[in-house]
């Protein structure tokens, strides 16, 4: 039975980020001194799922080898949107919510059409991009703050607990994992954002829809930042323009995504992995907390892990014979 | 085609040799000169324009290590923090016994060396991609600074010899910080065009396995490339502790995306392998004037983000597209 | 030429790459059921017009008919739409793909919208079949399959499409004899099946095998079209490179130098299970060929001794002291003098969008540098002196290196090496893909090199070079010497049987 062999092999990353996360949340939760209650538990989530969802995003369009440096502005911009349209009556919240979901998809859409048909370098064309998305986060919130007639509760349903204390926000999560990345993965589409990623000229001689396949992972990254960007908006009940916000959300999920087995050079990983890189990522700052350590030191901490994991990647050159195979 | 006989192999005309980036780069200079002029005249104004070269030789001294690294096809995403810590530890060692003064500039310097190295150790050597070493370089030169000064903006004065390096004007009122960047400017274009190593550095960012199977030692290459991307980093984080006489927490963070920005829109490409220090030169200066202008007309910072935005996408649209994939 | 009318024809088709004409009103017709033959020296046109076929560029004048209407193809989608599906030198497979991937790339089997995994499968194993490549799991993932077995895949990918017109262009160039065997069976039962093939080969016997029909392209004109067996090989080739055409390799010396130490030494070269205990000795002045179907161990052989791998095992000697070679860059250091021309001038052995004069200058820039400054008067007459000497076809030394045809970027890459002054020199197959008169230039200077001291070791996939050029062939099978040939004893039927460790006498290895 040679499949779940292929099965493995395929999968990898994936499951390398899995049993990362394990353990991180392992040591978090047995050493945290509330210990593995639900509160616990679905404090982390809540956060983890911010950063799981950034990273989603990153994933997509890293698939096609490209980089996007907007993602973490698209998530300010969609929560200073929601701040100000998620409103009480049952109209205003789906306007408001539908409204955000469109922002964001209209950014990555801008993203898309600038790589595509500007045939502009990725890494540069988001860095503009995201000046202009946070331009327009701080227009619409030069200060902190919400709607008047915000709809506070309807957040609550996103942030608090199921049944059987099982946080809503991994619930929430499993839903858009399920919506958006389970059929994309899939479809023809997807399988040509891989392909772009792999070997961008092969991809266009097979005939594969290069262009539509960049555009659609331009498009979700954007959708799925803004969707990070509601769920913001659900934790905080506030809108922001923080500009840190921005950067380390953007920083973090390359962090995520690189963490999560996704190549970033394109072609391999999964939006999967990358909830598990974020998830791990995330659990290690909050192991600091939990171990007490200074905060004086965190920061620190937080760097020398980061470049520790990316590092042990390294450890496959260890059994490189062809020294030709180091270079691209 | 017939080969060429005659040593007609003479250096191609000056039309030929500039880069077509570059120019494209002075001549949006120009524009937003006269754009700008039409708001103010004093846009034109020979103190106005100094000064603007003056602010634009910090950003000029960080672009030029970004420059190295881009051409060889990577990226420093660790400047912000190495940055702070050229300012932060030369400042700290100044007041560090009677010799501080003395070797504090050197001892900046060298801490921005050894990031650097961590930064090529993690490329060259471990292959890790250097969008990922950079940002954990960056990350674990945060972690330092914030050991270091206790979480505090920190005390500790620029030397006199960084503020005469940032502010003085010795020479005929040119700034010393103009001077700085220009002497290091023609050492990188020297270094870029007329050696070996710059051979080589244009070499690796175009294709590497070629390099190597050529015989040239890619891995040491690069190495010394985020050495200088290093040093250039702490050096501009100096000449801006001295021009503010004292270094502050998060003082780099401004200065990544226009130093990237700036040698891109300067005509290099981003994936390595072509670009020219004239370009970046112009680049540096289409940055640092964008931004000024954007300031001077007083437009809130909403409306300064997007224009600035908008003006490196209009200026990428023009001269930075990539080829199309059917010819 | 027949009665049967053309399923495909060109007409008037040009096409201009900035001052270049790479096709000039270039004319073809293809009929069903024939394999056709294009012939020509790289930039001749020949890929030129596949591609133009192919829809992956389109043609700046004349018009393309497709069963008698006149078509135009927007994309390669648009191309395969019509029916002609292409095998291009350059694979068009994805490496992080799995094969069936690969081969339903265009088009899968859907169900709901999402890829049918199950019938993806089904269809992709009976193109593999078709191929004659059962024996590939259709979820291994492409990267991991050796260069001959994607390009099975890489035919089963256009066979599963169930084109009309099907082109082949230099689609064996990386098989083993006895796939190519294979391939070639599978294209006549294809003819026989009614598909009209185009196949462009630079390899004679193979044509001479299977076409029907031939067109000679040169300078991007049709110079000639015929039934095949209506022309010599003598004729073919002076069609091709439209000059007389006499004997293509240079004299060997009568008897070499004796009694000196060699100056390169292998003993019991193991690295890797690729290569198991080889050892060889080349003298100055000697041309040693490595022969053997592909990827027995010759590409490893010299990348090992250049120093591109690690964890060899074995001795070597240069000049008769034993060294440790770690890297290229000490390979090429004056203490060895060794130079590698690699396998792929596209990506080992030129960086494309750099200058031909940088390119030129790259592997000897100790010698036109003074403590790493370059000497610019240095580097122009370097460039000059290699230019001239290896008559390297160029419009100026500014322009970049991509712009020069096959030929003539095989020679900047020898000439870098050149610079370097070598003693010994190491080639990977540095003839695949040129044209004839490249060749015959290449092989000249090979023997000008060795009579002039160098030491030579030369691997080819060509079995007429092996026996044209070479003092000695050592035939590899499976990492080891299998045999060892000397002079006369350098064969067809030798090099063939000791390539397919067929034991033909009792030599001993060396």
Same mark, same amino acid.
């Given at each position: 039975?040679?499949?779940?062999?292929?099965?493995?092999?395929?999968?990898?990353?994936?499951?390398?980020?899995?049993?990362?996360?394990?353990?991180?949340?392992?040591?978090?939760?047995?050493?945290?001194?509330?210990?593995?209650?639900?509160?616990?538990?679905?404090?982390?989530?809540?956060?983890?799922?911010?950063?799981?969802?950034?990273?989603?995003?990153?994933?997509?369009?890293?698939?096609?080898?490209?980089?996007?440096?907007?993602?973490?502005?698209?998530?300010?911009?969609?929560?200073?949107?929601?701040?100000?349209?998620?409103?009480?009556?049952?109209?205003?919240?789906?306007?408001?919510?539908?409204?955000?979901?469109?922002?964001?998809?209209?950014?990555?859409?801008?993203?898309?059409?600038?790589?595509?048909?500007?045939?502009?370098?990725?890494?540069?064309?988001?860095?503009?991009?995201?000046?202009?998305?946070?331009?327009?986060?701080?227009?619409?919130?030069?200060?902190?703050?919400?709607?008047?007639?915000?709809?506070?509760?309807?957040?609550?349903?996103?942030?608090?607990?199921?049944?059987?204390?099982?946080?809503?926000?991994?619930?929430?999560?499993?839903?858009?994992?399920?919506?958006?990345?389970?059929?994309?993965?899939?479809?023809?589409?997807?399988?040509?954002?891989?392909?772009?990623?792999?070997?961008?000229?092969?991809?266009?001689?097979?005939?594969?829809?290069?262009?539509?396949?960049?555009?659609?992972?331009?498009?979700?990254?954007?959708?799925?930042?803004?969707?990070?960007?509601?769920?913001?908006?659900?934790?905080?009940?506030?809108?922001?323009?923080?500009?840190?916000?921005?950067?380390?959300?953007?920083?973090?999920?390359?962090?995520?995504?690189?963490?999560?087995?996704?190549?970033?050079?394109?072609?391999?990983?999964?939006?999967?992995?990358?909830?598990?890189?974020?998830?791990?990522?995330?659990?290690?700052?909050?192991?600091?907390?939990?171990?007490?350590?200074?905060?004086?030191?965190?920061?620190?901490?937080?760097?020398?892990?980061?470049?520790?994991?990316?590092?042990?990647?390294?450890?496959?050159?260890?059994?490189?014979?062809?020294?030709?195979?180091?270079?691209? | 085609?017939?080969?060429?006989?005659?040593?007609?192999?003479?250096?191609?005309?000056?039309?030929?040799?500039?880069?077509?980036?570059?120019?494209?780069?002075?001549?949006?200079?120009?524009?937003?000169?006269?754009?700008?002029?039409?708001?103010?005249?004093?846009?034109?104004?020979?103190?106005?324009?100094?000064?603007?070269?003056?602010?634009?030789?910090?950003?000029?001294?960080?672009?030029?290590?970004?420059?190295?690294?881009?051409?060889?096809?990577?990226?420093?995403?660790?400047?912000?923090?190495?940055?702070?810590?050229?300012?932060?530890?030369?400042?700290?060692?100044?007041?560090?016994?009677?010799?501080?003064?003395?070797?504090?500039?050197?001892?900046?310097?060298?801490?921005?060396?050894?990031?650097?190295?961590?930064?090529?150790?993690?490329?060259?050597?471990?292959?890790?991609?250097?969008?990922?070493?950079?940002?954990?370089?960056?990350?674990?030169?945060?972690?330092?600074?914030?050991?270091?000064?206790?979480?505090?903006?920190?005390?500790?004065?620029?030397?006199?010899?960084?503020?005469?390096?940032?502010?003085?004007?010795?020479?005929?009122?040119?700034?010393?910080?103009?001077?700085?960047?220009?002497?290091?400017?023609?050492?990188?274009?020297?270094?870029?065009?007329?050696?070996?190593?710059?051979?080589?550095?244009?070499?690796?960012?175009?294709?590497?396995?070629?390099?190597?199977?050529?015989?040239?030692?890619?891995?040491?290459?690069?190495?010394?490339?985020?050495?200088?991307?290093?040093?250039?980093?702490?050096?501009?984080?100096?000449?801006?502790?001295?021009?503010?006489?004292?270094?502050?927490?998060?003082?780099?963070?401004?200065?990544?995306?226009?130093?990237?920005?700036?040698?891109?829109?300067?005509?290099?490409?981003?994936?390595?392998?072509?670009?020219?220090?004239?370009?970046?030169?112009?680049?540096?200066?289409?940055?640092?004037?964008?931004?000024?202008?954007?300031?001077?007309?007083?437009?809130?910072?909403?409306?300064?983000?997007?224009?600035?935005?908008?003006?490196?996408?209009?200026?990428?649209?023009?001269?930075?597209?990539?080829?199309?994939?059917?010819? | 030429?027949?009665?049967?009318?053309?399923?495909?024809?060109?007409?008037?088709?040009?096409?201009?790459?900035?001052?270049?004409?790479?096709?000039?009103?270039?004319?073809?017709?293809?009929?069903?059921?024939?394999?056709?033959?294009?012939?020509?020296?790289?930039?001749?046109?020949?890929?030129?017009?596949?591609?133009?076929?192919?829809?992956?560029?389109?043609?700046?004048?004349?018009?393309?008919?497709?069963?008698?209407?006149?078509?135009?193809?927007?994309?390669?989608?648009?191309?395969?739409?019509?029916?002609?599906?292409?095998?291009?030198?350059?694979?068009?497979?994805?490496?992080?793909?799995?094969?069936?991937?690969?081969?339903?790339?265009?088009?899968?089997?859907?169900?709901?919208?999402?890829?049918?995994?199950?019938?993806?499968?089904?269809?992709?194993?009976?193109?593999?079949?078709?191929?004659?490549?059962?024996?590939?799991?259709?979820?291994?993932?492409?990267?991991?399959?050796?260069?001959?077995?994607?390009?099975?895949?890489?035919?089963?990918?256009?066979?599963?499409?169930?084109?009309?017109?099907?082109?082949?262009?230099?689609?064996?160039?990386?098989?083993?004899?006895?796939?190519?065997?294979?391939?070639?069976?599978?294209?006549?039962?294809?003819?026989?099946?009614?598909?009209?093939?185009?196949?462009?080969?630079?390899?004679?016997?193979?044509?001479?095998?299977?076409?029907?029909?031939?067109?000679?392209?040169?300078?991007?004109?049709?110079?000639?079209?015929?039934?095949?067996?209506?022309?010599?090989?003598?004729?073919?080739?002076?069609?091709?490179?439209?000059?007389?055409?006499?004997?293509?390799?240079?004299?060997?010396?009568?008897?070499?130098?004796?009694?000196?130490?060699?100056?390169?030494?292998?003993?019991?070269?193991?690295?890797?299970?690729?290569?198991?205990?080889? @050892? &060889?000795?080349? $003298?100055?002045?000697?041309? *040693?060929?490595? #022969?053997?179907?592909?990827?027995? %161990?010759? !590409?490893?052989? =010299?990348?090992?001794?250049?120093?591109?791998?690690?964890?060899?095992?074995?001795?070597?000697?240069?000049?008769?002291?034993?060294?440790?070679?770690?890297?290229?860059?000490?390979?090429?250091?004056?203490?060895?003098?060794?130079?590698?021309?690699?396998?792929?001038?596209?990506?080992?052995?030129?960086?494309?969008?750099?200058?031909?004069?940088?390119?030129?200058?790259?592997?000897?820039?100790?010698?036109?540098?003074?403590?790493?400054?370059?000497?610019?008067?240095?580097?122009?007459?370097?460039?000059?002196?290699?230019?001239?000497?290896?008559?390297?076809?160029?419009?100026?030394?500014?322009?970049?290196?991509? @712009? &020069?045809?096959? $030929?003539?970027?095989?020679? *900047?890459?020898? #000439?870098?090496?050149?610079?370097? %002054?070598? !003693?010994?020199? =190491?080639?990977?197959?540095?003839?695949?893909?040129?044209?004839?008169?490249?060749?015959?230039?290449?092989?000249?200077?090979?023997?000008?090199?060795?009579?002039?001291?160098?030491?030579?070791?030369?691997?080819?996939?060509?079995?007429?070079?092996?026996?044209?050029?070479?003092?000695?062939?050592?035939?590899?099978?499976?990492?080891?010497?299998?045999?060892?040939?000397?002079?006369?004893?350098?064969?067809?039927?030798?090099?063939?049987?000791?390539?397919?460790?067929?034991?033909?006498?009792?030599?001993?290895?060396?």
């Amino acid at each position: 039975m040679r499949d779940w062999r292929f099965w493995l092999a395929e999968n990898r990353g994936t499951l390398v980020a899995l049993a990362i996360f394990l353990v991180m949340f392992t040591i978090y939760v047995s050493n945290h001194p509330a210990g593995f209650t639900a509160n616990v538990v679905n404090t982390a989530a809540n956060k983890g799922v911010l950063l799981a969802l950034v990273a989603m995003a990153q994933t997509m369009v890293v698939l096609t080898s490209g980089i996007d440096l907007s993602v973490g502005t698209i998530f300010v911009l969609c929560n200073c949107v929601a701040s100000h349209l998620l409103l009480v009556s049952p109209l205003g919240t789906i306007f408001g919510l539908l409204v955000t979901l469109a922002v964001g998809a209209l950014c990555g859409a801008i993203n898309g059409v600038l790589v595509i048909f500007g045939r502009l370098q990725p890494i540069v064309a988001t860095i503009a991009t995201g000046a202009v998305y946070y331009g327009l986060a701080l227009w619409l919130r030069p200060d902190p703050g919400v709607a008047d007639d915000f709809n506070g509760d309807f957040c609550d349903l996103f942030t608090g607990k199921l049944a059987f204390g099982v946080p809503a926000s991994l619930v929430a999560l499993t839903g858009v994992v399920l919506i958006v990345w389970a059929p994309f993965s899939r479809s023809a589409l997807g399988r040509a954002a891989y392909a772009v990623g792999s070997s961008e000229l092969s991809a266009y001689m097979s005939g594969a829809p290069v262009k539509a396949a960049k555009f659609s992972v331009y498009v979700l990254a954007g959708l799925l930042a803004g969707i990070g960007g509601l769920y913001l908006t659900f934790l905080t009940q506030s809108g922001e323009a923080s500009s840190a916000n921005a950067s380390s959300y953007t920083l973090f999920s390359i962090a995520s995504v690189v963490l999560g087995g996704v190549s970033l050079f394109g072609g391999s990983g999964s939006a999967i992995g990358a909830i598990f890189g974020a998830l791990a990522f995330r659990a290690i700052g909050d192991l600091l907390f939990v171990f007490n350590i200074e905060p004086l030191w965190q920061p620190l901490f937080q760097g020398v892990v980061l470049l520790a994991s990316v590092s042990i990647g390294a450890a496959r050159l260890v059994g490189v014979r062809n020294r030709l195979e180091l270079f691209g | 085609m017939t080969s060429q006989n005659a040593p007609t192999a003479a250096a191609p005309s000056l039309l030929q040799r500039l880069d077509k980036a570059a120019l494209a780069a002075f001549a949006c200079v120009i524009v937003l000169l006269l754009a700008g002029s039409l708001y103010s005249s004093s846009f034109l104004s020979p103190e106005y324009l100094l000064q603007q070269l003056k602010v634009a030789s910090f950003l000029g001294v960080v672009a030029t290590g970004m420059m190295i690294v881009i051409l060889l096809g990577q990226i420093d995403l660790s400047a912000p923090w190495v940055i702070a810590v050229g300012g932060m530890m030369s400042a700290s060692a100044a007041a560090f016994g009677p010799f501080g003064p003395w070797i504090n500039i050197p001892f900046g310097i060298g801490c921005g060396v050894a990031l650097g190295l961590v930064n090529g150790v993690g490329v060259a050597y471990l292959r890790i991609p250097s969008m990922i070493v950079t940002l954990a370089v960056n990350a674990v030169a945060q972690g330092l600074m914030v050991v270091h000064t206790g979480g505090f903006s920190p005390q500790d004065s620029a030397s006199p010899a960084m503020r005469f390096l940032a502010t003085g004007e010795p020479v005929f009122g040119v700034p010393n910080a103009l001077i700085v960047w220009g002497i290091v400017g023609l050492g990188a274009w020297f270094l870029l065009k007329r050696t070996t190593f710059g051979r080589a550095v244009y070499a690796i960012g175009n294709r590497e396995r070629a390099a190597y199977l050529s015989g040239v030692d890619t891995q040491k290459v690069t190495l010394i490339a985020f050495a200088l991307s290093g040093a250039l980093s702490a050096f501009g984080g100096i000449l801006l502790a001295g021009y503010a006489s004292k270094a502050a927490q998060a003082m780099g963070d401004p200065y990544l995306l226009p130093a990237i920005a700036s040698v891109v829109l300067g005509g290099a490409s981003i994936l390595g392998g072509r670009g020219t220090y004239l370009g970046t030169v112009a680049g540096v200066i289409l940055v640092t004037l964008l931004q000024s202008i954007l300031s001077v007309m007083q437009i809130p910072e909403a409306g300064r983000q997007i224009a600035y935005g908008l003006v490196i996408l209009a200026m990428l649209l023009v001269y930075g597209r990539g080829d199309r994939l059917r010819t | 030429m027949h009665a049967a009318s053309p399923l495909f024809a060109m007409e008037g088709v040009s096409k201009f790459y900035g001052g270049v004409r790479a096709l000039e009103k270039a004319d073809l017709v293809v009929l069903p059921g024939r394999v056709h033959a294009i012939l020509g020296e790289n930039g001749a046109g020949k890929s030129t017009l596949i591609k133009i076929m192919a829809g992956v560029v389109a043609p700046d004048e004349g018009r393309m008919t497709l069963s008698g209407e006149t078509v135009a193809f927007a994309s390669p989608v648009a191309a395969q739409a019509a029916g002609i599906s292409c095998i291009f030198q350059e694979l068009s497979l994805i490496p992080d793909l799995s094969v069936a991937d690969n081969i339903l790339i265009n088009a899968p089997p859907t169900r709901l919208g999402l890829i049918d995994r199950a019938r993806q499968r089904e269809l992709a194993e009976a193109a593999l079949a078709k191929a004659g490549a059962s024996d590939i799991h259709p979820r291994t993932p492409v990267k991991d399959l050796p260069l001959s077995r994607r390009q099975l895949v890489e035919i089963a990918k256009a066979l599963a499409r169930e084109p009309r017109i099907l082109i082949l262009d230099e689609a064996t160039s990386a098989l083993a004899a006895a796939d190519v065997a294979q391939v070639l069976n599978l294209l006549g039962r294809l003819r026989d099946e009614g598909l009209a093939l185009l196949y462009i080969s630079h390899r004679m016997h193979e044509i001479a095998e299977i076409a029907d029909d031939c067109t000679i392209f040169r300078n991007g004109r049709n110079v000639a079209s015929f039934k095949a067996g209506d022309k010599n090989d003598d004729e073919i080739v002076e069609l091709m490179i439209g000059r007389e055409y006499h004997s293509v390799f240079p004299p060997k010396p009568a008897s070499r130098p004796d009694g000196e130490r060699p100056a390169l030494e292998v003993k019991d070269l193991a690295w890797n299970n690729r290569l198991k205990g080889i @050892s &060889l000795t080349v $003298g100055a002045g000697e041309i *040693v060929g490595l #022969g053997g179907l592909d990827g027995q %161990g010759q !590409r490893d052989l =010299l990348l090992a001794l250049f120093g591109a791998l690690r964890g060899v095992a074995g001795e070597i000697r240069v000049g008769g002291e034993a060294v440790n070679v770690t890297s290229p860059r000490r390979a090429k250091s004056a203490a060895f003098g060794m130079a590698l021309i690699p396998e792929d001038r596209k990506t080992e052995g030129l960086m494309l969008p750099m200058s031909i004069g940088d390119n030129l200058t790259f592997a000897a820039l100790d010698r036109v540098s003074r403590s790493g400054v370059l000497d610019a008067r240095a580097e122009r007459a370097m460039i000059e002196r290699s230019v001239q000497s290896l008559s390297i076809k160029i419009s100026r030394a500014e322009a970049p290196v991509a @712009s &020069l045809s096959g $030929g003539n970027q095989q020679k *900047v890459v020898i #000439g870098k090496w050149l610079a370097a %002054g070598p !003693r010994i020199i =190491l080639l990977n197959d540095p003839t695949r893909g040129i044209d004839v008169g490249t060749k015959q230039e290449i092989y000249g200077l090979l023997r000008r090199l060795a009579d002039s001291g160098a030491a030579i070791v030369f691997y080819s996939t060509d079995y007429a070079e092996l026996i044209g050029c070479c003092d000695r062939v050592l035939v590899l099978y499976d990492g080891a010497v299998k045999r060892v040939l000397i002079g006369d004893e350098i064969t067809e039927k030798a090099l063939i049987a000791s390539a397919l460790n067929l034991g033909v006498g009792t030599e001993a290895v060396e």
